[in-house]
């Protein structure tokens, strides 16, 4: 059941240039939470920014801590990097669906810099409930930004394999390509893929499953005014002879990746 | 409590548990915030507006936020009337409030159809009746701007329905007191006001507008002046009731728009930042009134001090 809470701040933790962790504690959303839920945060007591803004859960723990992996990128986000211990905010959550992690016995989880959020949540879940191998391919700009966002894994037992733009740190390119160099591996009876990042890096994962009959989930990311499935702002393009609109915060954010009208989204 | 001051607000025919009512296109059907806030707090809940036939709406992207503001072209998206009675008024007939749905029409035709179809089914209270979307190209501009027009669509939902008939006027006109008498003198049991105001935002980089459909409608703090400017001219206009709407964040802002004349008010874009607005809104109200020694709400509506 979704609850609006005050939030109160634990810690809030720098993890390089303008990407930062938030723990929360939040007992009642945290308690709910799964794997690509999200919540909306109120970043701000005043009418600017004024509306709430979607953050997926990346970590919650038994005592009702909530954590949020974020990216500065505009206003809200740089308020919510200046929150300090013992400051309050409100949150509305768990929001949207998730991933289906009981489809396969095995999964690729493919993430773009702070689209490791829902990924690592569906790690720690798999994991937890055993019999399934995982296999981690993450990429970002530069090693710098990349190795925070997947510090998560190794504690697990889960190998990254690591692509950045600059080749700072492990492969020197995109993360498509990792995948592309196991293609040859994937048994498309056994094995999923879960995706969360960039448009273009979700469009171009989803264009490799496609081709090579891989079953994939992506969850996606559009501008939201109110995320419980009100505003009807949140659309995205459906395919073949699917809905015309897809609306990311009640029928996604999750999604097959062939439900999805990919050019729309890029342009 | 002995002395609490009595919130119930009677309005076209009707009495409302308090004047806050939600907004159309905000608070969806009602159901999609019944985990986060009290329905039965709320003196009504208005839907989403409802066409003859489902619509699919604008291509994304459809909203935008500008400076204290929201610019949306959701395009009028809904199930239609009948999986409107199939799906959602089940829910709503048993929310603990008033059910007010609110229609849209691209012919006069349609709006007298969808008056004919919900006046026959049980767990509707009142219509309102968009004239004034400026989202769709073929949509309700045309009416709520001209004069003829709106007299048209309200004499048409008065034909076709017994239920009371609010008619929600469109900001995006020269003269809003013109709108307003016609709709009174064709016969309107109450009116309300603003709808979105119609704007645009540019991504000055891309050289691109920022929503798919170039042009939108501005709601939030932002339009709330202009708001209250056209509550307080059309209060003063005619002698139907009036629902004050535009920008209402807080029971301040409320309370505002009763002192211009309004005899309730709508909350829409503060649902967004705050699913419990509205509800707290009716709490800061009555706080107000007992505050100020006032047993009604009533008794503060138009007392603006000149
Ligand atoms: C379901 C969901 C989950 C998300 N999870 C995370 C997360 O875990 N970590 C994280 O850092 N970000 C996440 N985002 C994106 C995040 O919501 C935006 O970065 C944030 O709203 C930007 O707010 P701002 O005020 O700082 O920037 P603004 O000034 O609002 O925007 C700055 C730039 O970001 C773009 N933007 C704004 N809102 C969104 C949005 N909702 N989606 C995509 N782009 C947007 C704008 O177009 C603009 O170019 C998620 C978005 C969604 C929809
Ligand atoms: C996303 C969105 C959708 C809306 N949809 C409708 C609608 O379907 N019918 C209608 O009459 N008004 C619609 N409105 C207008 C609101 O009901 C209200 O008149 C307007 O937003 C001003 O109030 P506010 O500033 O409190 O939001 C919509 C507004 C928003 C923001
Ligand atoms: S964000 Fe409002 S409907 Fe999805």
Same mark, same amino acid.
């Given at each position: 059941?979704?609850?609006?809470?005050?939030?109160?701040?634990?810690?809030?933790?720098?993890?390089?240039?303008?990407?930062?962790?938030?723990?929360?504690?939040?007992?009642?959303?945290?308690?709910?939470?799964?794997?690509?839920?999200?919540?909306?945060?109120?970043?701000?007591?005043?009418?600017?920014?004024?509306?709430?803004?979607?953050?997926?859960?990346?970590?919650?723990? %038994?005592? !009702?801590?909530?954590?949020?992996?974020?990216?500065?990128?505009? +206003?809200?986000? &740089?308020?919510? $990097?200046?929150? *300090?211990?013992?400051?309050?905010?409100?949150?509305?959550?768990?929001?949207?669906?998730?991933?289906?992690?009981?489809?396969?016995?095995?999964?690729?989880?493919?993430?773009?810099?702070?689209?490791?959020?829902?990924?690592?949540?569906?790690?720690?879940?798999?994991?937890?409930?055993?019999?399934?191998?995982?296999?981690?391919?993450?990429?970002?700009?530069?090693?710098?930004?990349?190795?925070?966002?997947?510090?998560?894994?190794?504690?697990?037992?889960?190998?990254?394999?690591?692509?950045?733009?600059?080749? %700072?740190? !492990?492969?020197?390119?995109?993360?498509?390509?990792?995948?592309? +160099?196991?293609? &040859?591996?994937? $048994?498309?009876? *056994?094995?999923?893929?879960?995706?969360?990042?960039?448009?273009?890096?979700?469009?171009?994962?989803?264009?490799?499953?496609?081709?090579?009959?891989?079953?994939?989930?992506?969850?996606?990311?559009?501008?939201?005014?109110?995320?419980?499935?009100?505003?009807?702002?949140?659309?995205?393009?459906?395919?073949?002879?699917?809905?015309?609109?897809?609306?990311?915060?009640?029928?996604?954010?999750?999604?097959?990746?062939?439900?999805?009208?990919?050019?729309?989204?890029?342009? | 409590?002995?002395?609490?001051?009595?919130?119930?607000?009677?309005?076209?025919?009707?009495?409302?548990?308090?004047?806050?009512?939600?907004?159309?296109?905000?608070?969806?059907?009602?159901?999609?915030?019944?985990?986060?806030?009290?329905?039965?707090?709320?003196?009504?809940?208005?839907?989403?507006?409802?066409?003859?036939?489902?619509?699919?709406?604008?291509?994304?992207?459809?909203?935008?936020?500008?400076?204290?503001?929201?610019?949306?072209?959701?395009?009028?998206?809904?199930?239609?009337?009948?999986?409107?009675?199939?799906?959602?008024?089940?829910?709503?007939?048993?929310?603990?409030?008033?059910?007010?749905?609110?229609?849209?029409?691209?012919?006069?035709?349609?709006?007298?159809?969808?008056?004919?179809?919900?006046?026959?089914?049980?767990?509707?209270?009142?219509?309102?009746?968009?004239?004034?979307?400026?989202?769709?190209?073929?949509?309700?501009?045309?009416?709520?701007?001209?004069?003829?027009?709106?007299?048209?669509?309200?004499?048409?939902?008065?034909?076709?329905?017994?239920?009371?008939?609010?008619?929600?006027?469109?900001?995006?006109?020269?003269?809003?007191?013109?709108?307003?008498?016609?709709?009174?003198?064709?016969?309107?049991?109450?009116?309300?006001?603003?709808?979105?105001?119609?704007?645009?935002?540019?991504?000055?980089?891309?050289?691109?507008?920022?929503?798919?459909?170039?042009?939108?409608?501005?709601?939030?703090?932002?339009?709330?002046?202009?708001?209250?400017?056209?509550?307080?001219?059309?209060?003063?206009?005619?002698?139907?009731?009036?629902?004050?709407?535009?920008?209402?964040?807080?029971?301040?802002?409320?309370?505002?728009?009763?002192?211009?004349?309004?005899?309730?008010?709508?909350?829409?874009?503060?649902?967004?930042?705050?699913?419990?607005?509205?509800?707290?809104?009716?709490?800061?109200?009555?706080?107000?009134?007992?505050?100020?020694?006032?047993?009604?709400?009533?008794?503060?509506?138009?007392?603006?001090?000149?």
């Amino acid at each position: 059941m979704k609850t609006v809470e005050r939030a109160r701040v634990k810690r809030i933790v720098s993890l390089g240039r303008n990407l930062f962790r938030l723990d929360l504690h939040s007992p009642q959303i945290a308690g709910q939470a799964w794997p690509a839920s999200f919540v909306m945060a109120r970043t701000s007591e005043a009418t600017a920014p004024l509306l709430c803004r979607p953050f997926s859960v990346y970590q919650t723990t %038994s005592e !009702g801590e909530l954590q949020i992996l974020f990216r500065v990128v505009g +206003q809200g986000t &740089a308020n919510l $990097s200046r929150l *300090r211990p013992d400051d309050e905010i409100s949150l509305t959550g768990p929001l949207g669906n998730g991933f289906d992690l009981g489809a396969r016995k095995e999964f690729i989880l493919i993430a773009g810099g702070v689209g490791v959020a829902p990924v690592f949540m569906a790690a720690k879940q798999i994991v937890r409930n055993g019999g399934t191998r995982i296999t981690v391919m993450a990429g970002a700009a530069t090693g710098e930004e990349l190795e925070p966002l997947t510090a998560g894994f190794a504690p697990l037992g889960i190998d990254c394999e690591l692509a950045t733009d600059d080749g %700072s740190l !492990g492969h020197h390119g995109l993360v498509t390509d990792l995948l592309k +160099q196991r293609l &040859a591996d994937v $048994s498309p009876q *056994r094995t999923g893929i879960l995706c969360c990042g960039p448009a273009p890096m979700m469009a171009a994962v989803a264009g490799i499953c496609e081709q090579a009959g891989i079953w994939c989930q992506v969850s996606l990311e559009t501008m939201m005014a109110c995320g419980v499935s009100a505003c009807l702002g949140c659309t995205v393009a459906g395919r073949g002879n699917g809905k015309k609109y897809l609306h990311v915060c009640k029928d996604g954010p999750v999604f097959m990746a062939g439900e999805i009208e990919w050019k729309t989204l890029l342009t | 409590m002995e002395n609490a001051p009595d919130l119930k607000t009677a309005i076209a025919g009707m009495t409302l548990r308090n004047p806050v009512m939600t907004a159309s296109g905000t608070f969806g059907y009602g159901e999609e915030f019944a985990e986060l806030t009290n329905l039965h707090r709320l003196g009504a809940i208005v839907t989403k507006g409802i066409s003859l036939a489902p619509r699919p709406g604008n291509p994304p992207p459809r909203v935008v936020e500008t400076a204290s503001g929201l610019l949306n072209a959701i395009g009028l998206e809904n199930v239609g009337v009948q999986a409107f009675i199939d799906a959602k008024l089940p829910f709503l007939k048993n929310c603990g409030t008033r059910v007010i749905a609110n229609i849209l029409g691209d012919r006069v035709e349609e709006y007298g159809e969808l008056c004919a179809i919900l006046s026959g089914v049980e767990g509707v209270d009142a219509i309102e009746v968009n004239i004034s979307c400026p989202n769709v190209k073929q949509g309700g501009i045309a009416f709520g701007t001209d004069p003829e027009a709106v007299a048209a669509v309200t004499k048409t939902c008065k034909k076709n329905s017994k239920l009371p008939i609010i008619i929600k006027l469109s900001p995006n006109v020269t003269d809003i007191t013109v709108t307003a008498r016609a709709a009174e003198e064709a016969g309107a049991d109450a009116i309300s006001l603003i709808n979105t105001i119609t704007a645009m935002a540019i991504d000055a980089e891309k050289r691109r507008p920022r929503l798919a459909n170039v042009i939108g409608g501005l709601s939030g703090p932002a339009i709330k002046p202009v708001a209250l400017r056209m509550v307080w001219q059309a209060a003063a206009a005619v002698r139907i009731p009036v629902i004050g709407i535009g920008g209402i964040m807080t029971a301040d802002d409320a309370l505002e728009f009763i002192i211009a004349g309004a005899a309730a008010v709508q909350v829409g874009t503060a649902s967004f930042v705050n699913p419990r607005a509205a509800e707290e809104i009716a709490a800061g109200i009555s706080a107000y009134l007992e505050r100020h020694g006032l047993d009604s709400v009533a008794a503060l509506r138009g007392s603006l001090r000149l």
